[in-house]
């Protein structure tokens, strides 16, 4: 027998205020775990300073991640699906850490290891989030912003390490001028349709970049590499563009 409207009413009401402590929770173990990985990551790569940045970052991020959740997040719970892209911005978070640190084989091999995890988790949000009927807006945004951190900064690491020219970090700010020239531009901030072509690109763009950075990989295939996945790149946004002044013309 169905509960009566009012004690369901109470009963979501209750799920509803519960939720925010589970997220936080959720964000605060990604957070420690992140600083825990970067602590081994700094005393194994000789990095001390990797710890601290790798703090900073996780809080500031956490802390962005939260007020995006209270704001978009309409689920009752965190969810299976979000808390697998938490995973992988947990990732981006502990490769930010790396940016700047002095250059070796060593760090190459270990950003290429970290981000082969984060792309070999990207999809399986998706399919969770389909299979367990948790997709929302919160968590389509969640994993855009995610590749687009991952991709901002693995473009500035394959400069750092001598991969590509500074041309290279054009692959992670097309996302954030794109954004920007929405505020400037309202029609370049409508919605975009879902697209299996984009979703295709930007894997791409992560794979190269995670192949130029690989220490077996030449300078000159690296710069090749990364410019093929630039290329793409510049591509899909210049097509979104054009669907976009299209519909605003329409």
Excluded: H
Excluded at 213 to 229: K, Y
Aim: hydrophobic content about 65%.
């Amino acid at each position: 027998m169905a509960a009566p409207p009012v004690v369901e009413i109470e009963r979501r009401a209750r799920a509803a205020a519960a939720w925010p402590r589970g997220t936080a929770v959720a964000v605060a173990l990604a957070a420690a775990a992140t600083v825990g990985a970067a602590a081994l990551l700094g005393g194994w790569l000789e990095l001390p300073a990797v710890v601290l940045r790798a703090a900073a970052l996780a809080v500031a991020g956490g802390a962005i991640l939260l007020w995006l959740a209270v704001r978009r997040l309409r689920a009752l719970r965190f969810g299976a699906a979000n808390s697998v892209t938490l995973v992988r911005a947990a990732l981006a978070v502990l490769l930010a850490a790396l940016v700047g640190a002095a250059p070796s084989a060593a760090l190459d091999w270990v950003v290429v290891g970290l981000g082969t995890a984060g792309v070999a988790l990207d999809g399986v949000d998706g399919a969770l989030a389909r299979r367990r009927d948790e997709a929302g807006t919160f968590g389509a945004r969640f994993d855009m912003e995610t590749d687009a951190l991952l991709i901002l900064v693995l473009a500035a690491l394959v400069w750092q390490q001598g991969k590509a020219g500074a041309w290279i970090l054009a692959a992670g700010l097309l996302r954030y001028l794109f954004v920007a020239a929405g505020w400037v531009l309202p029609w370049m901030g409508a919605a975009l349709p879902p697209s299996r072509r984009r979703q295709a690109v930007c894997v791409v763009q992560i794979v190269s970049l995670l192949v130029a950075l690989a220490p077996i990989v030449a300078r000159a295939w690296s710069a090749a590499l990364a410019l093929a996945g630039l290329a793409a790149l510049v591509w899909s946004f210049a097509v979104d563009v054009r669907w976009l002044a299209r519909q605003a013309r329409a």
